[in-house]
T-cell receptor
Framework: ETGVTQSPTHLIKTRGQQVTLRCSSQ?????VSWYQQALGQGPQFIFQ???????GRGNFPPRFSGLQFPNYSSELNVNALELDDSALYLCASRSTGGDTGELFFGEGSRLTVL | RKEVEQDPGPFNVPEGATVAFNCTYSNSASQSFFWYRQDCRKEPKLLMS???SGNEDGRFTAQLNRASQYISLLIRDSKLSDSATYLC????????????FGTGTRLKVLA
């Protein structure tokens, strides 16, 4: 296993609600990124956190926000949920020291918005 | 034009066959290239990195053509267990945050 854990694994929300997804990175990994994967699509980059600061963002609106904590775990928050937010949300960690470029993914949180 | 493009498939091949996937990328400044494998309803996992000189790992061979901006993956002697989606991934370089994934190519190996 990758050592990256995500919670919850599945959840159902309704339009307009807010959701928080959590991720614990692999030990020693100081960089966490979040991806959204819609059915039949590849993962789309949402943002990345390094040492508790957001240092990169994809084409997602501000209602997608995040945090990284001193232990490098991370949260993804989505406000004002829309039907199109239904997707698998993947957290990936990597180490920037001796970086091989490999991303280590968690099993994901599957969000359904009704 | 998408930043990373792949044929979504599906590719249905018999056991023992050789199958090849291609992927094109639009940004000539891209520096790092990878193939990830994703099983149904699972997370992506690194299959192999792709180097300019080409590289091989058992039955899998990856090639990079920078001039034409495409990456290929060759699978020889296909096994039933190779059935999965293969994602082409491009990164701008060391320390850069954004990994661009293709939509993936579905492979089904038939008995």
């Amino acid at each position: 296993e990758t050592g990256v854990t995500q919670s919850p694994t599945h959840l159902i929300k309704t339009r307009g609600q807010q959701v928080t997804l959590r991720c614990s990175s692999q030990s020693g990994h100081n960089t966490v990124s979040w991806y959204q994967q819609a059915l039949g699509q590849g993962p789309q980059f949402i943002f990345q956190y390094y040492r508790e600061e957001e240092n990169g963002r994809g084409n997602f609106p501000p209602r997608f926000s995040g945090l990284q904590f001193p232990n490098y775990s991370s949260e993804l928050n989505v406000n004002a949920l829309e039907l199109d937010d239904s997707a698998l949300y993947l957290c990936a960690s990597r180490s920037t020291g001796g970086d091989t470029g490999e991303l280590f993914f968690g099993e994901g949180s599957r969000l359904t918005v009704l | 034009r998408k930043e990373v493009e792949q044929d979504p498939g599906p590719f249905n091949v018999p056991e023992g066959a050789t199958v090849a996937f291609n992927c094109t990328y639009s940004n000539s400044a891209s520096q790092s290239f990878f193939w990830y494998r994703q099983d149904c309803r699972k997370e992506p996992k690194l299959l192999m990195s792709v180097y300019s000189s080409g590289n091989e790992d058992g039955r899998f061979t990856a090639q990079l053509n920078r001039a034409s901006q495409y990456i290929s993956l060759l699978i020889r002697d296909s096994k039933l267990s190779d059935s999965a989606t293969y994602l082409c991934v491009v990164n701008m370089g060391s320390g850069t945050y954004k990994y661009i994934f293709g939509t993936g190519t579905r492979l089904k190996v038939l008995a």
